[in-house]
């Protein structure tokens, strides 16, 4: 099959969770013998060699208006316009606010499967207007594309339920690798040079690793940490790429046990990172599973998560801890997890049997693959 997908910043994954799941997905899919093609947006790939092909995925580089609203969106149109001359199988769009722009390829009677991530439209990065009309389009694409794919269960249902979608919508999660220090070592020299580039030191420091977005709960972990008595520090990774006064704001801690790297993306260090926390914290709230928290699994790290539908199931069968959306909930937990080595073991040990359980990669790109096929031959 000739599969296309869009609405990404595209690959190599540098920048969210739905890159992460295209490159994943697509690298699975191009070794099993199908082509797949991924648009890029050109000021993400400035670079020369961007149009050519990676992990076996060909790369189409277009432009974009390169604004907060309009840069998905507007990329995803020519991307659309462009994509019936290169005579697809199965069309992948990514974000439901391009709800409205498959309706390009359904005209055309190209098959379209959208995965919407989540509840995008609660988002507190978007003004009330950008809220609406991303919830409208979220509840069209289930009138319009012949195959929605949501990564969480709860999502799932809100879809069929709230919205009816017909056919019905398909859970199909995010996944991870397991990449353990004992599976997938780091040379120790290597990792203590990676440690000592940030200031840590291995299992004396918390992590957390996400956009500095209200939805990730960033201001309720610094005040959290805060207030818990310890040596250890707060490795508070990630950035946003548009102007924040909010993301602004959280550099204005006194701490000093508190980090503000900025945005990490080469692959090792945060290999390392994971490998060598005593914790990682996840504050995502939005809705859908959290790629970053599926990651922290993979890597056998203990992880404490807030408290949603999504991030429980993620976490269930003991493979982390949760808090609710309070500074006290989330400062008991830190204080139960430094009381309590052995159960921080415990969580490393359960997190890798969940992701075996339920988020290995390769399952989750053959069951695209499947949905990919059927919707191919429907049409």
Known sequence: MRIVMT???????????LETCAEEVGRRLAARGHEVIVYCRRHAYPRPDAGEPYLGMRRVILPSLKTK??????????????????KPDALLVFNPGNATLCLIPKALGLPTVLNPDGFDW?????????????????????????????????????????????????????????????????????????????????????????????ENSCDLIL??????????????????????PYAEALKETRDPRILLPGPIYDPLHVKVLHHHCYFLINGN?????????????????????VRTP???????????????????????????????????????RQAVARIREEYLWDDIAARYEETFRKIAEKR
Request: contains cysteine; aromatic residues 10%.
């Open 7 to 17: 609405g990404i910043r595209g690959v190599p994954a540098r920048y969210s969770g």
């Open 69 to 86: 609203h309009t840069d998905t969106y507007s990329h995803t149109l020519l991307s659309l316009l462009h994509a019936p001359r290169l």
């Open 122 to 214: 609660r988002r507190q990065k978007w003004n009330p207007l950008a809220q609406a009309f991303i919830r409208h389009s979220a509840w069209f694409s289930t009138k319009v594309v012949d195959q929605l794919v949501t990564d969480a269960v709860a999502v799932c249902e809100h879809y069929n339920t709230e919205f009816r979608c017909r056919p019905p919508a398909l859970y199909i999660p995010n996944g991870a690798e397991i990449e353990t220090p004992e599976s997938s070592p780091v040379p120790e020299g290597e990792a203590a040079a990676i440690l000592r580039r940030y200031g840590l030191e291995s299992g004396r420091y918390f992590l957390f690793l996400s956009r500095h977005e209200p």
């Open 223 to 244: 005040r959290a940490f805060e207030g818990v008595e310890t040596p250890m520090k707060l490795f508070f990774g990630g950035g946003v790429t548009y102007r924040s």
């Open 285 to 305: 709230q939005p809705g859908g599973t959290s790629l970053g928290l599926l990651k922290a699994l993979g890597y056998g790290t203990c992880v404490a998560a």
């Open 310 to 348: 999504d991030n429980a199931y993620a976490v269930k069968n003991g493979a982390g801890l949760t808090f609710d959306l309070t500074v006290d909930s989330l400062r008991g937990v830190m204080r139960r997890l430094l009381d309590h080595p052995e159960e921080v073991a415990a969580f490393r």
